[in-house]
């Protein structure tokens, strides 16, 4: 997966020249999504803005309203690299993670409140690219990521302390992980961090590649790590909720959880279709989703992932304590059934959006079946019953071409389309019932490609959205 995220950034380079855990509840506007938020987590940035997905549990909703139906023109930031992780501290000051052309290597942008613009900037290493993606702003505003290769733990602080009182980012705290990764797999190189997530403990939790999970106590620099299925593989994002980490790999779906004496448990293990082969759309040969924490009485008690059946992919939502299975419910329409997205979650509530057929540039995770397929597009809403068992509530044709978010505030789900003439536009959509409520122009051509990256909602209501070249800025109308 490292390599085909790699390759992916290169092509386009030649293509372009423990805590209160009690639920934060919010009254849903008409026709909103019902059901309380992720509980508190005292280590973690502020709710929405804190990790790519908006929060330790990857529920993809914030608690901020978005520019809305009559926002300001779109404004593009140009930062020569592609940008798909922007996120805020409590400071406000936007923090863009991106992946440079040249090396393919993150580099951290500090951006001006106001302008938009870079004001300071730190290059990391290249190693891990999803090492680099997957980030997360701690409740000091440190970044937590992944210095490539070195394959550390780090935390990037930004402040005034450069010349003549200049913004700058510093990395505050280093925490070597290569010793620990040598001992289990035998080599320098042979194995990397894919993501970190924020522990309810205090603790930076963490996923390699070849499917170890771990965590760094950041007080003492202890690391525990431990394998999971030889042989599986993680490709995406792992997700945190009470009670522990959830962690999807290229097979299956585990809660890993700490034991009284430091060490590291497999709560539970849920195999899940892995289907034939990669589908067009998808990144890699098993589930695409990020976990998602979600539920009607505390915002975490299930988590929900897709699979990679075929002819068609399924929901699946299940205890978050037990990993019992309470639903499995089919997704699009046969043969064009797929996503590389994490879904939302919000109460009873998921919505999916299809990633089928999206041209993503070469370098995927081996060869596809088909080899190749058009735009399938696909939104939807699944819920799940009172008594278990899960029902489709609607879907839609929409052609996604980023991650979804929900607003709380405002009761409506944001994401950006595409059309056949490469039209990239900041979609509003009902989550009663999946009509499109208005549409903006964002770009168009390759060079505005959204390439399913995630938008980011200030407290301010201006949207970030992450593109190929830098990032794109919808700012609400001044009052």
Known sequence: MRRARRALVGVLASALGITAWAATSQAAPSGGLVGPSMPANRWVGPDGTSSMHGDAGASD?????????????????????????????????????????LDRAPTVNLLDRTTLRPVARLHLSAGSLLGGVYAYLDSADRLVTVDGASGDVVRIAHDRGGPAGTWRLRIADRFPLGAALRRACGGQACDAVVSVSPGYDGRIWFATEKARVGYVEPRTGRIALRQLRIGEKVANSIANGPQGAAVTTDRALYLVSPTTNGGLRVAWRRAYAR?????????????????????PRRGAE????????APRENLLV???????????QPLFRAGASGTENSPIGVGRSVIVASTYGYPYPAGADGPSQPASAPIAGGLTRVDVAPGGGCRTRWTTGLKSSAVPRYSRAEGVVYTV?????????????????????????????????TLQLVGTILPDRTLLQGTVTGFVAVRPQAD
């Open 417 to 449: 389309t595409r059309d056949g003439a490469q039209r990239y536009a900041l979609a509003r959509v009902s989550p009663a019932d999946g009509r499109l409520l208005s549409s903006q122009p964002l770009g168009q051509g390759p060079l505005a490609d």
């Open 302 to 309: 299930w988590v929900a992932i897709t699979d990679n059946a």
């Open 61 to 101: 909703a914030t608690p901020f309203a978005g520019p809305g139906a009559d926002a300001q023109p779109a404004a593009s930031v140009f930062l020569g690299s592609v940008c798909p992780t922007i996120l805020a501290g409590r400071d406000r000051m936007p923090l863009a993670m991106c992946t440079e052309y």
């Open 275 to 295: 289907g034939p082969a990669r589908k067009p759309g998808k990144l890699s040969h098993g589930s695409g989703a990020t976990p998602t924490f979600f539920g």
């Open 318 to 328: 299940l205890e978050a304590a037990s990993g019992r299975l309470l639903c499995r």
